[in-house]
């Protein structure tokens, strides 16, 4: 593939006009990928990367069908949501018959934060409440309303940066949460900590619009809220006149195998007032939507407000929706998530068992996290330890990320095309350079090593790194 620029010119032009507040990944050693196929990256040397990132490329990079169903469209109309159009209904119908029945109203946008933006301002219309409740350590988009109630990202701008109307509510994390795998009942108790927050803001005269969560949060560490939580979260806040609003953009569309969204893990008791969706849903293609009850549209109606989206449901943005519904289903992408996710969480496992470094594997289906320790006891995070061997999977031609609160979590959400023996290949490579790192720094490649042992390594390890990347 004929390049228009070498490397070096496109990352100073980048440099040059692009915000310098837009990161790259791997920014010692930037990638420049110039094509992609399935589960597979290739740079501008027509190097391969297997791709254990991207889930936003859901049915696979690339893929033949939806980029059929895009160019025949494309053809023949594109144009807004006033005029009628078949594939808006037919996409609207096949959507929600994946939900449970009472989330029957769909409003399309154009990306995840338009999305969630969207669930706010119907949470906060049909009872006229303004208060939200989120999450520790969560994220639910970009735009200014959604950096307001994303811990993850306003924190950043320092201890007077949370407003008045956010509540932040514990991570429901059994690993290194407030409560954790020993507990009797975790779930009731952290969502106990909801019901505190929300009667502490009622004696203060406030009203809860909202509860919103990622269904399993994902730059917030992996985690898998305990079932039952979302039950009585749900309670508490339609209680106290509020929605309870399920993100769904990182995790939906079959990922977590057993179910086709996330929120269904905690059981069939439990539905959503509000879905959000976005990332897979154009596989690649700019898109998402907002899902909710009869009930909460006609309050959003009442308004007097016309909602109107450009682009939002555009027959080329649904020919595209429907396409990856299409193979999803074809191609059981649902049950290799299953199948392979189960042995990718096997063969972790028995990484843990056999490195001192790996604390905690947790994930579903396709969806998956491996934290990082120093310490197991102490459940210490190896951030240092997680870049760096995120760094070293890249030069063997693996691309994984880190992330997390202390962004020691490796994070598996690669596309629903992966396959067992690309599971094994990457656990293999983890388990060489796992193996490698613990003979450079002295630890003991065994569960019971001493605690003198895990402190030399603590210092040992820094300093490997520091000259690693001097």
């Known amino acids: 593939m004929e390049e228009r620029y070498s490397k070096a010119e496109t990352l100073a032009l980048r440099r040059k006009h692009i915000g310098p507040s837009c990161k790259v990944f791997f920014a010692k050693d930037p990638l420049k990928i110039v094509r992609a196929q399935g589960q597979y990256m290739f740079d501008e040397k027509g190097e391969k990367y297997l791709d254990c990132i991207n889930n936003v490329a859901h049915v696979g990079h690339s893929h033949p069908y939806v980029i059929k169903a895009a160019t025949k469209q494309m053809e023949l109309l594109n144009t807004n949501s006033r005029f009628l159009h078949d594939n808006l209904v037919q996409y609207a119908q096949r959507l929600t018959a994946t939900l449970p029945e009472k989330l029957s109203v769909c409003y399309f946008v154009n990306s995840g934060s338009e999305a969630n933006d969207l669930a706010l301002r119907l949470a906060r219309q049909y009872h006229g409440h303004q208060d939200v409740i989120t999450l520790e350590n969560a994220y639910h988009g970009h735009v200014t309303s959604l950096i307001d109630i994303s811990p993850y990202k306003f924190k950043e701008l320092g201890k007077d940066s949370k407003k008045e109307f956010v509540h932040v509510a514990p991570s429901p994390d059994i690993y290194r949460g407030k409560y954790r795998e020993d507990h009797p009942d975790p779930a009731s108790a952290y969502a106990e900590e909801v019901k505190k927050i929300i009667e502490e ?10 509860f919103i969560a990622e269904s399993m949060q994902s730059c917030g560490g992996q985690v898998i809220p305990p079932v039952g939580y979302f039950q009585k979260v749900a309670e508490y806040v339609r209680a106290a006149g509020g929605v309870f609003i399920a993100d769904e953009v990182q995790v939906g569309f079959g990922r977590v195998g057993k179910h086709f969204w996330a929120f269904q893990l905690q059981g069939e008791d439990f539905v959503p007032d509000i879905v959000t969706m976005g990332k897979p849903i154009g596989n690649g293609h700019p898109m998402s939507c907002v899902v909710t009850t009869r009930e909460i549209a006609e309050s959003f109606g009442a308004s007097g407000l016309e909602y109107f989206n450009t682009f939002g449901g555009n027959p080329v943005s649904c020919a595209i929706g429907l396409a990856v519904l299409e193979v999803i289903e074809k191609e059981d992408l649902q049950g290799n998530a299953t199948r392979v996710g189960n042995y990718l969480l096997e063969l972790l496992a028995e990484q843990k068992e056999k490195h001192p470094l790996v604390g905690d594997i947790r994930g579903v289906g ?80 065994e569960n019971n090593a001493s605690t003198n042992a895990q402190c030399k390594t603590k210092v040992c390890f820094e300093c490997f790194f520091e000259l690693l990347f001097r």
């Open 201 to 210: 803001t009622q004696k203060n005269g406030r009203k809860i619009a909202a």
């Open 366 to 445: 396709l969806f998956v996290g491996v934290d990082l320790v120093k310490d197991q006891q102490k459940r210490t995070p190896a951030t240092a330890e997680a870049l760096h061997l995120i760094y070293k999977l890249k030069e063997h031609q693996i691309l994984l990320s880190a992330d997390g609160p202390h962004r020691n979590i490796l994070k598996f959400k690669p596309p629903m095309c992966f396959t067992m023996e690309d599971a094994k290949h990457v656990v293999e490579t983890i388990d060489a350079l796992l193996t490698e790192m613990e003979e450079a720094t002295g630890m003991k490649t």
